[in-house]
């Protein structure tokens, strides 16, 4: 008798995704209005110009989503980072949002890594993990230890899943063959729920107030039986358009899209969303009271920056911030209108928007491709010491395409600013107290440890996938990359 062959981890991931999808939109409903906002707008612009983008875009897009989780303790993360491994998704990056926001968690985001992993589908889940040694008071981090330490965020089913599908070998298409088809299945059932919200807590709502003192996150963490996701993000060709859009229908949209301006030539990442609802929760079994923790957000990807061009944008976002502070202290009143204009103007003069300059100065990622091989063998002989001009020349000659490297990853600022406008006003918290004992190269080690090994460089990453396309064009050329 014939068995079926397992789902591979794509499949078993494009099976999450849209599961959770299904689920958050049944939980809030108003995502599901986002997503129908999007896919008129991203219809619209692709019938507009089928050209913006490449058809590997194009059909990613309608699937492509982000999520986002925070989870309580080293050990609850150990557990999901192994769960989110059988789908293809590695730990890429790491977020220091105490460093960056004065929030006490930091982040690494659980994605594909391979070129082809990417197409099929990119879901990715942004994962933050509470630092409980930044909640000073001993009572308090007591409270929040025993809460945690009572949960159990994972089924035991979805265990002895995880177990079958860890000792398999992957097959030579990518199966997880430790599962059958059945119980592949099966387990993306068990996973789906871990992401739930639930409307009750087992906190008494005097405990959570405590908790919501130190910091409305830490509540938001410690309070609930599980890591719910807190938001699920679809993609989109026009934010501009889905935010003006957002507002026409009266959704509570977050006033300034976050990350760069809008350019010709789109890079890293730019969001916005609706404000987070607030929710009745059921405290301890009786006392009824209200939780802000779940938003929508949307978000356009552009391309991917190296280091160089990374470093050039945060000294344009730092200049933003000088410009309307110097307005501020002279008496002005910065509106967001205004602050709109301060950024696009400071990125008009500073960053440029053309192919030829960000390939040239060497600010962007690049998948190259032949495009005349007669003409690209020739130039290719006359390689110059600048990598970077001598491959813009070859582009320039119309010997190589270039189709910039779409950025997978996240912004800290954004997210950062995504967090605040998502939290009731935090005051100077209590976590504020033992900032100084934070020390980062350990805090780095403490989540790499456990995600169980290292956090993968997205920068290195990028470089991996644009050196690999030239290994691809030596090959068709029949000459040497190095
Ligand atoms: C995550 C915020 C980060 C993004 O898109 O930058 C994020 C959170 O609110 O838990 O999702
Ligand atoms: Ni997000």
Not at 110 to 134: D, I
Not at 227 to 247: F, S, Y
Not at 380 to 392: H, P, Y
Request: with cysteine; proline share 4%.
């Amino acid at each position: 008798c014939t068995t079926s062959p397992s789902l591979t981890s794509t499949q078993l991931r494009t099976l999450l995704a849209s599961s959770m999808s299904s689920m958050y939109r049944t939980e809030v409903p108003l995502y599901g209005d986002l997503l129908s906002i999007i896919s008129t707008v991203n219809s619209s612009i692709i019938s507009r110009d089928p050209t913006l983008i490449s058809d590997d875009e194009i059909s990613r897009l309608s699937v492509e989503r982000h999520g986002a989780i925070r989870v309580g303790t080293a050990s609850e993360l150990t557990l999901l980072s192994r769960i989110f491994r059988i789908f293809g998704m590695h730990p890429v990056g790491y977020y220091d949002l105490w460093k960056d926001a004065r929030l006490p968690i930091h982040a690494t985001a659980f994605r594909p890594v391979t070129a082809q992993g990417l197409l099929k589908n990119p879901f990715r889940v942004f994962c933050s993990l509470l630092r409980m040694h930044l909640i000073a008071n001993p009572s308090t981090r007591r409270l929040a230890e025993e809460l945690l330490g009572k949960r159990k965020i994972v089924s035991t089913r979805c265990i002895e899943l995880l177990h079958k599908a860890e000792e398999s070998t992957v097959g030579s298409e990518g199966e997880v063959n430790g599962l059958t088809r059945d119980e592949a299945v099966e387990f993306v059932e068990c996973v789906v729920p871990i992401f739930a919200w639930h409307p009750t807590s087992p906190a008494t709502v005097d405990e959570y107030d405590r908790l919501a003192k130190t910091h409305p996150l830490v509540a938001d963490i410690v309070s609930f039986r599980g890591p719910h996701i807190n938001h699920l993000t679809p993609r989109t060709l026009d934010i501009d358009a889905v935010q003006r859009a957002m507002v026409e229908q009266g959704m509570d949209a977050k006033d300034v899209v976050e990350g760069p301006p809008k350019r010709d030539w789109a890079v890293l990442l730019r969001q916005t969303s609706f404000h987070a609802l607030s929710e009745a929760v059921v405290f301890d079994g009786e006392v009824e009271g209200k939780h802000k923790a779940r938003f929508g957000e949307i978000e356009a990807r552009g391309m991917a920056l190296t280091r160089k061009g990374a470093r050039l944008y945060d000294e344009l976002m730092v200049k933003v911030g000088e410009v309307k502070r110097e307005m501020e202290t002279s008496g002005e009143r910065v509106d967001k209108e205004q602050c709109g204009g301060i950024l696009e103007k400071v990125f008009r003069d500073g960053f440029p928007d053309t192919r030829d300059a960000l390939l040239r100065q060497g600010l962007g990622w690049w998948a190259f491709e032949v495009r005349d091989a007669r003409k690209a063998k020739a130039m290719w002989q006359d390689r110059k010491e600048n990598v970077c001009g001598w491959l813009a020349d070859l582009v320039d000659a119309g010997a190589l395409d270039a189709e910039p490297i779409t950025y997978e990853d996240f912004l800290p600022a954004s997210a950062a600013g995504i967090f605040q406008s998502n939290l009731p006003q935090a005051t100077q918290s209590q976590a504020g107290e033992a900032m100084a004992e934070v020390d980062e190269a350990e805090a780095r080690k403490r989540l790499e440890l456990a995600v169980g090994g290292i956090i993968l460089d997205y920068s290195t990453l990028y470089s991996e996938q644009q050196r690999q396309s030239l290994v691809e064009v030596g090959e068709v050329l029949r000459v040497d990359v190095d």
